[in-house]
């Protein structure tokens, strides 16, 4: 599609995939059923959450919220990327491009602080036991799944309003499969400086300053783990933690190399890939590394089971 210099762009079109045409087919199918499994997952957690009231302490409190936001954050995204998949000219106009954005930089970064919510609890639980009940009252869980939306939105919204009022002239062309900050901050005509000096702080308030807290956490975790007499013991917390640790790591590791690398020498097959990690394929393991080796939420499996005579 080609454009004069001059010309203010009102669509863009998403490449995506499309340089690798035998792929789209496979890739359509494979990102289709993870999706399913992604929703059913973390749909599956929200109804034991909600349902059984073993799970009632803060952690399962946390974790039904981070399942909450864990499906519409795969839900930005993945719908309009099955239908690009499918589609010869992926276009989108201007204003649903900022709708994803702002819809995709709220939920993410309102998971970033879930994860980090979830972090304390954790260090609260194993490093600070007699306290526990007043650190983490209901008020306070309350409070954090509150301020963790809240920065969500903030972000979000003085992120996706100070890119879309750059002007956009001529190219219109999103190396990407959604309208994500650096790919279309690339296309401005002006202005991208303090655009990218502003993706840069709030990479580091809201991706990386949240990933050293997690880290701290798990390093008073660790020495606490290490202080415990009894092998066994060592073992039943180290597990409380290492299904955290496994998210953290697959979400966080992905996300800060994608956003904090320098543009300079950047592969965008790499963007792609990375970008599919931490937007389809994370979401998928995430329920299942907090339920198969979690006994509390298998046994509350069972019991839903049971009572609808749905177990043998």
């Known amino acids: 599609m080609g454009r004069s210099n001059d010309t ?23 990102v289709l059923c993870i999706y399913l499994v992604t929703l059913l997952g973390s749909s599956v957690i929200i ?38 998949l499918l589609s010869s000219c992926p276009t989108i106009p201007l204003a649903s491009c900022f709708t994803q954005m702002y819809f995709f930089a709220l939920f993410g970064i309102t998971e970033c602080c879930l994860l980090t919510t979830m972090a304390y609890d954790r260090f609260a639980a194993i490093c ?3 306290h526990y009940t007043t650190l983490m009252n209901r008020g306070a869980c309350a409070s954090m799944v509150g301020a963790s939306y809240l920065m969500g939105i903030i972000a979000g919204t003085t992120h996706s309003i100070f890119i879309f009022t750059l002007p956009f002239h001529g190219a219109n062309t999103v190396h990407h499969f959604l309208c994500d900050i650096l790919p279309v901050l690339r296309l401005a005509s002006a202005g991208t400086f303090w655009a990218g000096v502003g993706n840069l702080a709030v990479t580091v308030a809201f991706i990386l300053t949240p990933f050293l807290l997690i880290t701290a956490s798990c390093a008073c975790i660790l020495a606490t ?3 415990i ?29 994608a956003y904090m690398r320098p543009s300079a020498g950047s592969s965008q097959d790499a963007d792609l890939v990375l ?33 609808y005579r749905w177990s043998p």
């Open 8 to 30: 203010a762009v009102t669509a863009f079109i998403l490449l995506g995939f499309s340089g690798f045409p035998s792929l789209q087919g496979p890739l359509f199918w494979g």
């Open 47 to 84: 109804l034991l959450t909600l349902a059984d009231p073993v799970l009632r302490s803060p952690m399962y409190f946390f974790l039904c919220h981070f399942s909450v936001v864990e499906i519409f954050y795969t839900t930005t995204v993945v719908p309009r990327m099955l239908a690009d």
């Open 128 to 130: 600070r036991p007699l």
């Open 225 to 227: 783990i290490l202080g």
């Open 229 to 257: 007499a009894t092998t066994q013991g060592r073992r039943k917390v180290f597990s409380t933690c290492s299904s955290h640790l496994f998210v953290v790591t697959l979400f966080f590791g992905t996300g800060t190399v």
């Open 275 to 307: 970008a599919l990690f931490y937007t389809v394929v994370t979401p998928m393991f995430n329920p299942f590394v907090y339920t198969l080796r979690n006994k509390e939420v298998t046994g509350a499996m069972r019991r839903l089971l049971k009572k």
